[in-house]
Nanobody, 115 residues
Framework: QVQLVESGGGLVQPGGSLRLSCAAS????????MNWYRQAPGKQRELAAG???????VYADSVKGRFTISRDNAKTTVYLQMNSLEPEDTAVYSC?????????WGKGTLVTVSS
């Protein structure tokens, strides 16, 4: 059974930081591309950051320079370090694992940036 379990969300003030984690089980983690998607209230889901099995990284323009994605294959975990958070970063952040058409999702974790 495949499970992706996100943690680390919460309420943070503008300018603050959070670190999201996504622990994966039931997959051969090292061969999967891992992604963090986010969906803000009333908006479509968008890719925030992704890291391939080979370590290639992509970011949405809106988070470049503020967010850092990384993965630890030994711990089967992907991380999203989020700095200089803005109210516009408020969203449900969901972890995604993808490998040649196989697609798995976590339930998401809510990040709220507000003073």
């Amino acid at each position: 059974q495949v499970q992706l379990v996100e943690s680390g969300g919460g309420l943070v003030q503008p300018g603050g930081s959070l670190r999201l984690s996504c622990a994966a089980s039931g997959i051969i983690f090292s061969i999967y591309d891992m992604n963090w998607y986010r969906q803000a209230p009333g908006k479509q889901r968008e890719l925030a950051a992704g890291i391939t099995s080979g370590g290639k990284i992509v970011y949405a323009d809106s988070v470049k320079g503020r967010f850092t994605i990384s993965r630890d294959n030994a711990k089967t975990t992907v991380y999203l370090q989020m700095n200089s958070l803005e109210p516009e970063d408020t969203a449900v952040y969901s972890c995604n694992a993808n490998w040649i058409g196989l697609d798995y999702w976590g339930k998401g974790t809510l990040v709220t940036v507000s003073s």
